[in-house]
């Protein structure tokens, strides 16, 4: 396994080898974001409500911020470390713009700021006006406007913040929908696995995650084998020889909230934890 792997021991979280021993202790809340090439070899944790980016020697890289936004492709995170602090103590040195060690891209004094969209970040300037800055930090849309609204669209309305998402590679099954069940084909359309899972991720490191009904979540390969027995509640596909799956088995029905638009109801206090791809659990709930 190139990365720690994010361990839970019943609340608290740490990271530990493929062996399931203990690399990084269990201290924190959450891991938002496991290590990743994407976001320079660290990972995002959480404790108490606030969070950084640690390194995979579980030294904190960055200072504890309400806010912290992925890694862009240029290797700029952006914090923010009071989201208040626009009503509130109005510090003009509120927001960080880091490299993965930690060290300051550019300065700017700002009250609050976005992350980067189309290698664009909204700011809150100590003027109480907004405007944008390039990723060297030069102004690029003056702080004359009034709400973050109207810079974005200055900006040409961008719909997601930037990342350092590897693109998709040629996946050798591709899902298909077919009377709201899900199948997979080869790339010359033959159907490979005819459509009988009520859901299905696209492939992704060789797997993908289905399920034939509710409450019955698992992982398969690309000849359709199932990676491990147990059955989950819900849970993601792999990224990098790991999956985070909903560990307890919620005694809910997933579809109570589906005339709201919610197509799969997981509640708020379900634990999560990650899998290898042979099933084994890096999980402790006692």
């Known amino acids: 396994m190139k990365y720690p792997i994010p361990y839970r021991k019943v609340d608290k979280w740490g990271f530990s080898d493929a062996q399931k021993s203990i690399l990084i202790d269990c201290i924190y809340d959450d891991v938002i974001y496991p290590f990743s090439e994407e976001n320079f070899d ?45 009503e509130g103590k109005q510090s003009t040195e509120n927001c960080l713009f880091i490299n993965s060690f930690g060290e300051n891209v550019f300065k700017l004094q700002a009250l609050s700021a976005d992350g980067f969209q189309n290698d664009r970040c909204i700011v809150c300037f100590p003027s109480h006006k907004y405007g944008a800055v390039d990723i060297t930090g030069a102004i690029v849309v003056a702080p004359i406007f009034e709400d973050l609204n ?16 590897k693109p998709a590679q040629d996946r050798e099954l591709i899902k298909f929908e077919e009377d709201r069940y899900f199948g997979f084909k080869d790339r010359e359309g033959n159907v490979i696995f005819k459509a009988s899972y ?39 596909n792999y990224a990098y020889g790991i999956a985070n799956v909903v560990s307890d088995m919620p005694d809910v029905n997933p579809f109570v909230h589906e005339r709201w638009g919610v197509d799969y109801y997981i509640p708020g206090n379900s634990k999560w934890g990650y899998i290898d791809q042979q099933g084994q659990e890096f999980w402790e709930d006692e």
């Not at 959480?46 to 290797?75: M, Y």
């Open 42 to 86: 660290l990972a995002l944790v959480e404790i108490s409500g606030k969070r950084c980016w640690i390194n995979t020697k579980g030294e904190q890289i960055s200072p504890l911020a309400d806010q912290v936004f992925s890694f862009t492709r240029h290797e700029i995170s952006v914090i923010v470390i009071d989201d208040k602090n626009v």
């Open 150 to 165: 109207a810079v974005w669209n200055e900006i040409g309305r961008p719909g997601i913040h930037d990342s350092n998402k």
């Open 198 to 236: 009520f859901f299905a991720s696209e492939f992704h490191e060789g797997t993908a995650m289905v399920a034939r009904h509710s409450k019955a979540f698992y992982h398969i390969d690309s000849s359709g084998q199932r990676l491990y027995s147990k059955e989950y509640y819900y849970g993601f």
